[in-house]
């Protein structure tokens, strides 16, 4: 494991993040999670392919709104409020499980929320770090995110037999509201100004180092896209057959499966990612 050397300041602050991160990642593990469940169980995977198009057009709504509130609000004060209107409506969707278009309306609901609790949070952690800094920590900041995959799924799969899976959406609201916590600490440990590079008037604009590989991040992207949906598809119509729609399996199995994957993740990002990259390059 990579050792950094931080001021006591930034190292509470990479703490807090490291933090941060677990409750966001968890928040959302255990949304998708549980919407999955109970959607796979009153639903048939037919209709997942109306969810792949309706989920990135409502997120796309979701993002211009929250820009035109983001350009009028201080961030210290939007992200927890953020987090907490969240659980609020992860309550109410718990307070209204039963009517079949709910299950639909979860499934969008949880994937504007993962879009804005990780943007939210990546936000914040690019303001606390220089750039030098950033690329000495947060690697250790995102293994928060593998760390609660591990440790959350974990716990959902021993837990979901005794309170079922519909209650499981409280510890969905649960880590939001401790996402909202963190958020308010951390604004209140101070943030000094990141210097920026700047640039004589007249001189000439000069693209930064490796710019030209975002040329192929587009395609990049739509091909992930596909990929992702298309076997997103496959499983889950797979596992809605072999558990028969029985979600607290369905729960205890994707429990499972995200500490396998997460502990796979975790060993990569630690001993293969910076390896790699050392030697081959971007």
């Known amino acids: 494991?990579?050792?950094?050397?931080?001021?006591?300041?930034?190292?509470?602050?990479?703490?807090?993040?490291?933090?941060?991160?677990?409750?966001?990642?968890?928040?959302?593990?255990?949304?998708?999670?549980?919407?999955?469940?109970?959607?796979?169980?009153?639903?048939?995977?037919?209709?997942l392919p109306y969810l792949y198009i309706a989920s990135p057009l409502v997120v796309t709504l979701v993002g211009l709104a929250y820009g035109r509130l983001a350009d009028r609000a201080r961030r210290e004060r939007l992200v927890p409020g953020t987090a907490l209107v969240l659980a609020g409506l992860v309550f109410a969707a718990w307070l209204g499980l039963g009517p079949r278009w709910i299950y639909y309306a979860l499934y969008v609901g949880v994937e504007c929320m993962s879009a804005l609790v990780i943007m939210q949070f990546w936000l914040t952690a690019g303001e606390r770090f220089a750039p030098r800094e950033a690329k000495r920590v947060f690697g250790l900041i995102a293994a928060g995110g593998n760390v609660a995959n591990i440790v959350v799924g974990l716990a959902l799969s021993s837990v979901v037999a005794r309170t079922g899976a519909e209650d499981l959406l409280l510890v969905c609201m649960g880590f939001l509201m401790v996402v909202a916590t963190l958020a308010v600490v951390l604004g209140g440990s101070g943030r000094p100004p990141t210097p920026r590079p700047t640039r004589r008037p007249g001189a000439p604009a000069q693209a930064p180092p490796g710019s030209s590989h975002l040329r192929a991040l587009a395609p990049m992207i739509v091909c992930m896209v596909l990929a992702v949906t298309l076997l997103d598809f496959q499983f889950k119509t797979i596992a809605t057959a072999a558990y028969d729609g029985d979600r607290v399996a369905m729960v205890r199995f994707f429990g499972y499966l995200s500490v396998g994957t997460g502990g796979v993740a975790l060993l990569i990002q630690f001993f293969v990612t910076g390896r790699l990259l050392e030697r081959l390059g971007v």
């Not at 677990?22 to 995977?45: N, Y």
Request: glycine share 6%.
């Open 1 to 47: 494991m990579p050792t950094v050397a931080l001021g006591p300041g930034k190292r509470r602050q990479a703490v807090l993040l490291f933090a941060w991160n677990f409750a966001a990642v968890a928040s959302i593990f255990v949304g998708r999670t549980i919407r999955d469940a109970l959607f796979l169980a009153h639903e048939s995977p037919a209709n």
